[in-house]
């Protein structure tokens, strides 16, 4: 197994000494505790037997299957023996800074933006790669692997240009040409970076089409037809993640949580967050938390 990056507190897992990014293969043999993570993971299968088990139910693996988990997700494997996943993870700030771009493109959009959420998926995408496709994403994952012990200040654009090209090998092998074709209309972007910016802020339909100057009904058309969701549907799972990362790695009260979100009203942040998750937010913070410091 090789040694990651990653320091896990209880059943939180989280990246240490400001790493922005990993991959390596990690073995499992009969059960990985439920945990969750603070970083996007991608998990694709290279051998062995087990199976999955998170929100979305039991999910038996085979060499090929790809995981893709947005962070916040909790997930756990069970029924092991030599299950081989090579595991690429990335940070939010990576995400958000230097993989920004990506929610323009049709392909590494609904890969790592939108097909998470898209269709009840609750932040986890599931694929096959086979054949050539497999190869492909192996050889990325491994030059990547071999980048961690380079020191980041010298090679942070080795890291995001190998991050770069498995992603969007794993995307044109993942993603649906049906889902990935054209472009995405910037009125979509737009909405998504204004929604993103403010998520305490109460919008609405009309305001958000008034402020993009579109009609409503257009705005949710293009939405739709981006993203599998309508833009209201969008911005709630985007409260729920932040939601998450905040009762994970602040000692904010929860309805405090709730209000820095967009949800005032606890009972109505309650059912959201439960929904999302199946977990109340006590529980979920009770189960995952980081210990913090007093």
Known sequence: MDVFPVEQTRTLLHFIDGS???AGHYLHEDTHPIHTHSFVEIAVVMGG??????LAGRQQLHVGDVLLLRPGVWHGYEDCTHLDLYNCCFSTELLRRELAWTREDPQLGHLLWTGPYAEQRRGILTGHLAGADLAACVEHLEALHDLREAPLAT????LVGRLTLFLSSLARALVDESVSHGTTHPAVLDAMRMMEERPEYHWTLTE???????????LVRLFKGATG??????????????AA????HTDQPIN?????????DQNYFARRFKSHYGLSASTYRARFTKALKT
Not at 256 to 264: A, D, F, L, N, T
């Open 208 to 218: 958000l089409a008034a402020a993009l100057h579109v009609a409503p009904g257009y």
């Open 20 to 22: 922005l990014a990993f």
């Open 245 to 248: 990362t905040r009762l994970l």
């Open 155 to 158: 090679y942070r654009g080795d």
């Open 49 to 54: 037997e087990g199976a999955q088990r998170s």
């Open 229 to 242: 969701l309508p833009p209201m549907a969008y911005l709630s799972r985007h409260r729920v993640e932040l």
């Open 256 to 264: 405090r949580i709730g209000e820095s979100v967009g949800w005032p």
